[in-house]
């Protein structure tokens, strides 16, 4: 079957801190990875999106590489900021069109 | 360009009510899907259309309808509300191929009690 498994949250973090959200799938065929980003009260935009094996996606400082190998596509971001306190969301595309999301991390940034 | 546009964006209904969660979507997308969000459990898929005239059930479709008599509009109707229903609700929608991203609209926060 297909599946996103992230890790649970919140995740706390001074600023300019690194941050690292891990996301692993289970999916047949070939998937497209997408990252989401959800603020308060609003509803869930695209971060960034790989499509194949070995991309990188990347957006607004943040990073995640496709990993065929181990299943994964974790975000990254060197330096993070009070603004990107948010819930993120690892999501794939499978081959027949349908999305899966994982359950959500909530990051919160402090000054 | 509007985007995925969600009506009404707070609701409140009394156990046993029926309401319909407008959607509508100006991009042209063949693909429109519901979820509901839950606490602690991310997204979860209620029905989706991949085109209008076809609609299939998704993860948790048990309570709702839908129904897609044109591209850019796909109502989720509640047939009777009940608590288990309180969540918020998002509509999505995509291109039909490939790797492209789903849009979503601002939600719907309902409220049965």
């Known amino acids: 079957g297909n599946s996103v498994t992230q890790m649970e949250g919140p995740v706390t973090l001074s600023e300019e801190a690194f941050l690292t959200i891990n996301c692993t799938y289970t999916a047949t065929g070939y998937p497209s990875l997408f990252w989401y980003v959800q603020y308060p009260g609003e509803g869930l935009q695209l971060l960034l999106k790989a499509t194949k094996a070995d991309d990188k996606g990347s957006n607004k400082g943040f990073e995640a590489t496709y990993r065929k190998e181990t299943t994964s596509f974790h975000l990254e971001k060197g330096s993070v900021q009070v603004s990107d306190s948010a819930v993120y969301f690892c999501?794939?595309?499978?081959?027949?069109?349908?999305?899966?999301f994982g359950s959500g991390t909530k990051l919160n940034v402090k000054p | 360009n509007a985007g995925v546009t969600q009506t009404p964006k707070f609701q409140v209904l009394k156990t046993g009510q029926s309401m319909t969660l407008q959607c509508a979507q100006d991009?042209?997308?063949?693909?429109m899907s519901w979820y509901r969000q839950d606490p602690g459990m991310g997204l979860r898929l209620i029905h989706y259309?991949?085109?209008?005239?076809?609609?299939d059930q998704g993860e948790v479709p048990n309570g709702y309808n839908v129904s897609r008599s044109t591209t850019e509009d796909f109502p989720l109707r509640l047939l009777s509300a009940a608590p288990s229903q309180t969540s918020v609700y998002f509509c999505?929608?995509?291109?039909?191929?490939?790797?492209?991203?789903?849009?979503f609209g601002q939600g719907t926060r309902l409220t049965v009690v």
């Open positions: 991009m042209n997308h063949e693909y």
């Open positions: 999505a929608s995509s291109y039909r191929g490939g790797d492209t991203e789903a849009f």
């Open positions: 999501a794939l595309r499978n081959n027949f069109n349908k999305f899966y």
């Open positions: 259309s991949v085109g209008a005239g076809i609609t």
